[in-house]
């Protein structure tokens, strides 16, 4: 089938696919950095802590920032759709001053990757780093009951604020800054309170650090445990949400579907946020049996997402990124899937009858609601996705592989890891 066919086939349904097209290309989704090199970024040589993990060591991880940020550009080039780049503080670039530690980090320690944004007219999302490095003190950064250590993460939170302000004013687009610390313990804690209390007054603390909320979007991320840190963590879904519920004025809840329990969907956690956030986060990953950051697929859960972003007419009130580490496949390819997916998901909301089905349910219908779902997943869906990447310049599907193999030959086999 053609597009054209493929295109009045839609119309039937009242969908204009062209229009579709053109919406979903102006909608940016977050691209993140470590998905590159295994979450290690430059400005340490230890072990990836917090409680997440990369497994796999395919060859050609990217080791400078140059490989790096060559590597994100091919897959900028591989991917249709506008994107963002999200960075993390851990990913600071020292020149011949030398290295500078988390809490005195600056704007000029990011600029290349300002200078790359700028190449493509991107935005940037930012991250302070809490983990993987000697100042997290028995596995604890903002809810350290030690004072120094406490201290110490605070002025990095603040320095990160600071940078995300500079980002957005040479971006000229709202920089997200994400709040994730991997505090916990990995046995019953005899004190579960203490350490929110002083978690909650950490993030306050950092949030004093001036700054425009129209430039800065400051986020909570929660999570349910970590490797190591089964059975408490710091900062549960309770405790994120109710942070961003108490601070509505100066920072947003970031949702991240890897971050529940298994049977818990954030498909249907979106809908009831936005009754009462104006603005959300998302980390979209692919959690297997546990928060296992799997590359992005276009499965029922990420389909489920999307659609709930755009049925409730959502798309710019909702931050998306995508977040996950994969190490076992090419990571250029882990990438450009998981990208490529989520732009799936979004052509397939678009591409659905949402009033109608919408009708069906206020109405009672339930019976024909359940067909008419059914009925939209056999659509000429493809044919659309073919015609937004060739209108993107970028491969289609059936090209993806070929497009690797060359990258991994010419570019990733000479890096010896
Ligand atoms: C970890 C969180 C967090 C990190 C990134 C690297 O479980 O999802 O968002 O993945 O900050
Ligand atoms: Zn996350």
Redesign the pocket.
Known sequence: MSYASAKKVYLKYGIDTDEVLKKLSTVSVSLHCWQGDDVKGFDHDGPLTGGIQTTGNYMGRARTPEELMADMEKVISLCPGKKKLNVHACYAIFGDDGFVDRDKLEPRHFEPWVKLAKKYGLGIDFNPTFFSHPKVKDGLTLSSPDEETRKFWIEHGKACIRISTYFAKETGIPCVMNI?TGDGYKDIPSDRMGPRLRYKDSIEKILEEPFDFNLVKPCV?SKVFGIGVESYTVGSAEFALSFAAEHKDKCLPLM?N??YHPTEVVSDKIPALLCFFPEIAL?I?RPVRWDSDHTVLFDDETREMAKEIVRTDSLSRVYMAL?YFDASINRIASWSIGFRSWQKALLYALLSPNGKLKALQDEGELTELIMRQEEVKTLPFGEVWNEYCKKSGVPTDDKLPDEIKKYERKVLAKRKN
């Open positions: 994730w991320e991240d890897g971050h980390h990953t977040d």
